[in-house]
């Protein structure tokens, strides 16, 4: 089988090393890829929202199956687009993948359907939302309506920061047309989940929960960025929990989304909070998370390719999906400077025995080096059975790849291992 898998970052490092698992598999070619990616899969140079010349290629290659893995092509309809040429595709359409794209459907689907999730108003007048905060509870949040590259959020704490996030995003117009509407909801307390799943539209396997570290610094300190590294199973996530979560959460978001005639078929990821109140959605994702998928998909001992060709199929309920006891550790080492300004070209040394604990996120090849070009770099995955063991592990690994100006949080698990 020819496979194709679209996007160019650290998750589809995770998800290309997975399905090479597959005997069946013959090429897999990544669309762009990136410098790390390349020594696991054919890099071609089309950009993951060019769907005009994905198409394109996919048909002249003779592409079996592809996977869209970033949440742009989705929105923008890159799966419509490939099955209208008869590839099929793990993601959902169009008009599902919306959960992600639009927080104020999202936000609405959920009212409409009892799905717990905070309290909001949805405001397209920056002057009105502005006269709503003189007097909404602070804290609160400020959302941008649309895809934002994962900053298009503010937890505000006073009335000033949350009056700035909506000029930033409204009047400033911070991320374009993502910003014609924003959300400002309540400010939910209580320590955050991530559970990415396999659905075809009628069933829901949960994968291992997994927790994100988002701030840049140790001690949760420092701005916010895509993810600096996180931890699996999430000790947050009980048993109870689980069945709570799949009884008012998991089923009934699936079941709404058909009842919209917006079926979800791929990977769909809930963040959750587990608040007083129980659990709660923050926010859906239309595809696997980055970087909880370097941490989910080492532990997954079924076939990645089989479970997703089962969802595309409409077929999940006659797959197993296994994962084996343990944990994992992820640990993103990243430009100094990100997620402000940092510099490029760095040279990456990644040892031989290292190198199958690395998934690369933001690197290129220069005359045959691997260097730096992004500002979280590489994620190093460590599997143990127990916690602390994939973190000393990860952590031993980490600090065996260097680059210049290379620097990492120490403290990823440590608020799991004190539960």
Do not use: W
């Amino acid at each position: 089988m020819k496979i194709m898998v679209i996007g160019g970052g650290g998750r589809e490092h995770a998800i290309i090393r997975k399905i090479r698992e597959n005997p069946a598999v013959e090429e897999i070619y990544a669309l762009p890829g990136n410098g790390g990616i390349a020594g696991d899969a054919v890099c071609v140079n089309i950009g993951a929202k060019d769907i005009p010349a994905i198409v394109q290629f996919a048909g002249e290659t003779g592409i079996d199956y592809a996977v869209v893995a970033p949440d742009d092509p989705l929105v923008l309809g890159c799966v419509d687009a490939l099955e209208e040429k008869g590839i099929p595709c793990f993601g959902p359409r169009r008009n599902a993948a919306i959960i992600e794209g639009s927080k104020v459907f999202s936000k609405n689907l959920m009212k409409k359907y009892g799905i717990p999730t905070a309290a909001y108003e949805v405001f397209d007048d920056p002057q009105a939302a502005l006269r709503y905060l003189e007097s909404a509870p602070i804290p609160t949040v400020v959302k941008a309506d649309g895809l934002a590259l994962g900053k298009g959020v503010t937890v505000a704490m006073t009335r000033e920061e949350a009056r700035n996030a909506v000029r930033e995003i409204m009047e400033d117009r911070k991320f374009g047309d993502s910003g014609s509407r924003i959300v400002i909801e309540e400010y939910l307390e209580g320590p955050e989940v991530s559970v990415l799943s396999f659905t075809d539209g009628e069933t829901i396997v949960p994968m291992v929960s997994s927790m994100d570290h988002k701030r840049a610094l140790d001690g949760d300190l420092g701005p916010n960025t895509g993810g600096m590294g996180t931890i699996a199973p999430n000790p947050f996530y009980t048993e109870a929990v689980a069945g709570e979560c799949m009884e008012k959460i998991f089923l009934p978001t699936i079941r709404a989304m058909k009842a919209e005639g917006r079926e979800f078929r791929g990977c769909l990821y809930f963040g959750l909070m587990i608040t007083a109140d129980g659990p709660k959605v923050i926010e859906y994702n239309c595809r696997f998370g980055d970087p909880e998928t370097q941490v989910v998909l080492p532990l997954l001992e079924s076939d990645l390719l089989t479970v997703m060709q089962a969802v595309t199929a409409g077929k999940l309920k006659d797959c197993p999906v296994r994962f084996r006891n343990g944990a994992a550790c992820c640990v993103i080492l990243a430009s100094a400077g990100y997620p402000g300004k940092y510099d490029k070209g760095a040279e990456i040394t990644i040892p031989e025995s290292v190198r199958d604990h690395v998934y690369v996120a933001g690197a290129a090849l220069k005359e045959g080096r691997l260097v730096t070009s992004g500002g979280r770099v590489l994620g190093v995955t460590a599997t143990a059975d127990t916690l602390g063991e994939a973190v000393r592990e990860a952590y031993a690994l980490a600090g065996r790849v260097t680059f210049d100006n290379c620097f990492y949080r120490r403290d990823i698990g440590r608020r799991a291992l004190s539960v």
